[in-house]
């Protein structure tokens, strides 16, 4: 059975350091991983996604992740935080096939000035 | 693309009363998602369909809830009878096909059963 765990539901960085949002996956296949951004009164939208290939991603707004394998991690970063950046992130795992879409707790990200 | 439709976007009713939340997914999608996201619980899957067929109703929390998709381009999530319990924020997702493929947010439905 897939699972994803998110460490920190709450994170604060200062404008222009680094963004850090953890994120480990569970999963008996090769997964497809995927981060998911929420900002306020809004639904989710996609940020970024890893199916096969090259295990370092870009995804919109500056952000990016990497799929490490043997540390089962599809962490997620971004060089220097934006105010705008402020938003709930979820790290989301599926086994593909059939298999449904796990979203983890998601992280609160606070971008202080 | 007008993206994912939802309404309403508000509904406040009381203990009792029968809720229908409704989406309208992007057109050529074939998977339909419906979550539920409270402070307590989280996101949580209640329901999909794929090809208009429900696939995986395990999340549907009791049976006053259900869940219909008649055709391509409407679904509905019924509550009946409400319960302040389910006072929370409906979403409805829609995806080109397979699970594994990028999930489209609507903007959600905010629910208060009082």
């Known amino acids: 059975a897939q699972s994803v765990t998110q460490l920190g539901s709450h994170v604060s960085v200062s404008e222009g350091a680094l963004v850090l949002l953890r994120c480990n996956y569970s999963?008996?296949?090769?997964?497809?991983l995927f981060w998911y951004v929420q900002y306020p009164n809004q639904g989710l939208q996609l940020l970024l996604k890893y199916t096969t290939g090259a295990t370092l991603v870009k995804g919109i707004n500056g952000f990016e992740a990497e799929f490490k394998k043997s540390e089962t991690s599809f962490h997620l970063t971004k060089p220097s935080a934006h105010m705008s950046d402020a938003a709930e992130y979820f790290c989301a795992v599926s086994d593909g096939g059939y298999q449904k879409v796990t979203f983890g707790t998601g992280t609160k990200l606070q971008v202080i000035p | 693309d007008a993206g994912v439709i939802q309404s309403p976007r508000h509904e406040v009713t009381e203990m009792g009363q029968e809720v229908t939340l409704r989406c309208k997914p992007i057109?050529?999608?074939?998977?339909l998602f419906w979550y539920r996201q409270t402070m307590m619980r989280g996101l949580e899957l209640l329901i999909y369909?794929?090809?208009?067929?429900?696939?995986?109703d395990s999340g549907m929390p009791e049976d006053r809830f259900s869940a219909k998709m008649p055709n391509a381009s409407f679904s509905t999530l019924k509550i009946q009878p409400s319960e302040p319990r389910d006072s929370a924020v409906y979403f409805c997702?829609?995806?080109?096909?397979?699970?594994?493929?990028?999930?489209?947010f609507g903007p959600g439905t905010r629910l208060l059963v009082l």
């Open positions: 997702a829609s995806s080109p096909g397979h699970l594994q493929e990028t999930q489209y």
């Open positions: 057109s050529g999608h074939n998977s």
């Open positions: 999963s008996s296949v090769p997964p497809y």
């Open positions: 369909f794929n090809n208009n067929v429900p696939i995986d």
